[in-house]
């Protein structure tokens, strides 16, 4: 399985950014046909009262990178696209990656 992760650099106004996140960009991406999963999280470091490199994550999953390639070159995936300047005023870094979920070790 592929991921897209979408790292979100700190917005200059948290409160809009997440009211335009919810209320457009979601319903926009929704529309985006072929996706595996989607996750979305805020950031938070692991230093207490540190903040952390960025803002929120997001994962969006497909079979091949291939397959997401497809999905975003499609008019939704290109709507989606197109949207995030419209409220990432802290930037956005789209990454690639083999997602491999591993089972928790336990010694016995």
Request: hydrophobic share 35%; proline share 6%.
């Amino acid at each position: 399985m592929i991921r897209l992760t979408v790292l979100y650099g700190h917005p200059d106004d948290p409160a809009e950014f997440d009211r335009y996140y919810r209320e457009v960009h979601i319903p926009i991406a929704r529309k985006m046909e072929g996706l595996k999963g989607w996750t979305i999280g805020k950031c938070q470091s692991a230093t207490p009262g540190e903040e952390p490199a960025y803002y929120m994550i997001v994962g969006l999953y497909a079979d091949s990178r291939e397959q997401m390639e497809s999905i975003l070159a499609s008019p939704a995936g290109q709507d989606t696209i197109a949207d995030v300047a419209n409220f990432a005023t802290g930037g956005a870094t789209f990454l690639y990656d083999d997602e491999e979920v591993m089972i928790p070790y336990s010694q016995s």
